[in-house]
């Protein structure tokens, strides 16, 4: 099983849609980027809900809608209500870095404290519809928090839990914590997903290989670099280089087709643009400073089409 990893900003549903349409059967699902309870109440989360009412989200890569937040009367009610609508599943993050969130005890800042983390369970599993699943990193300071919080998580029936082995305080830095990683498969009792830098088929070979008993993998930055990776690994892409670019061509294009669409001020649509365009510039043969000029340009206009000369130019 291959999963899209939540991505605030950029796998939205816009990004699942083009995805799931240019790739079908590449990716099995993903777990939205969180809806968050950031003051203790369900208006935040509620902007975002579109993204994952399933009405919007026919045809598109099935989601699991991911909940980030320490409350647990208005996590009960946001996981039912998402329950009422289809929801089997929802996602718990305790795995986001950010400091402000980290600082409230929310996302992996609630690491350190194992006792917080059995009160919200205690107090929402008796009441939750969905199942539960859970998105963590090692720890907050230490790769060791985890241990202890690995007890707690045995005592209840959590649908899986998704590992990212690096530290809050790491952010995306530094190198993942595979032999902490191996210590924790054997005391958890729950099905498994590894999460973290797998960017290359040999990147996913070797995980496979010293983790056989992992069979279920989460992949967020890779499919930027690379949007034929899913299909590589699942060995269905298209045979040659040629294809592979035209393939990552039309990709390229319908995201950007799609930014264009939408109902947001040319402004927001070039910074949208820039921010894929960072990402997934590493998929194309292009050189650094044809990569870099794109992101000088000043007008969303001539950012696509720079853009759009260059795709011309590697597609001809
Ligand atoms: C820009 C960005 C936004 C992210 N947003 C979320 C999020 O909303 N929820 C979450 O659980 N993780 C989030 N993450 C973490 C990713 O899901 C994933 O754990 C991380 O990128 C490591 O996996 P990768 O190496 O395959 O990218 C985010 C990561 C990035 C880079």
């Not at 009792?189 to 069979?215: K, V």
Request: charged share 20%; proline share 7%.
């Amino acid at each position: 099983m291959l999963i899209l990893a939540p991505m605030q900003g950029l796998t939205e549903l816009m990004f699942r849609k083009v995805y799931h349409k240019c790739f079908p059967g590449a990716l099995d699902y993903s777990i939205s980027p969180f809806l968050s309870l950031t003051h203790g109440n369900l208006s935040d989360a509620w902007k975002k809900i579109d993204d994952v009412l399933p009405l919007s989200n026919q045809d598109s890569l099935p989601v699991i809608p991911q909940i980030l937040g320490k409350e647990p009367l208005e996590f009960t009610d946001l996981a039912n209500r998402l329950y009422d609508v289809g929801y089997t599943e929802v996602n718990w993050n305790i795995g986001c870095p950010m400091r402000r969130v980290t600082a409230k005890h929310r996302g992996c800042g609630i690491l350190p404290y194992p006792d917080e983390i059995r009160y919200i369970l205690e107090q929402v599993m008796p009441h939750l519809h969905p199942r539960l699943s859970i998105k963590m990193r090692l720890g907050l300071n230490s790769p060791q928090e985890i241990f202890s919080i690995i007890p707690i998580l045995n005592d209840f029936p959590l649908a899986n839990v998704t590992i990212h082995p690096r530290t809050g305080r790491q952010q995306y830095d530094g190198q993942v914590d595979l032999n902490t990683f191996e210590q924790v498969l054997p005391l958890l009792h729950h099905p498994i997903i590894y999460n973290g830098d797998i960017c290359t088929i040999s990147d996913y070979r070797r995980l496979q290989h010293r983790f056989p008993q992992i069979n279920h993998f989460m992949i967020g930055r890779g499919i930027l670099y690379d949007p034929l990776l899913p299909l590589r690994i699942k060995g269905s892409e298209c045979s040659t280089p040629d294809n592979h670019l035209r393939q990552t061509i039309h990709f390229i294009q319908s995201l950007l087709d799609a930014i264009g669409e939408g109902n947001i001020r040319d402004e927001s649509k070039m910074r949208k643009t820039k921010e894929y365009w960072c990402l997934l510039r590493r998929s194309l043969p292009i050189t650094q400073q044809q990569a870099t000029t794109v992101l000088h340009a000043q007008y969303y206009s001539s950012t696509l089409s720079q853009i759009n000369n260059l795709l011309q130019n590697l597609a001809s």
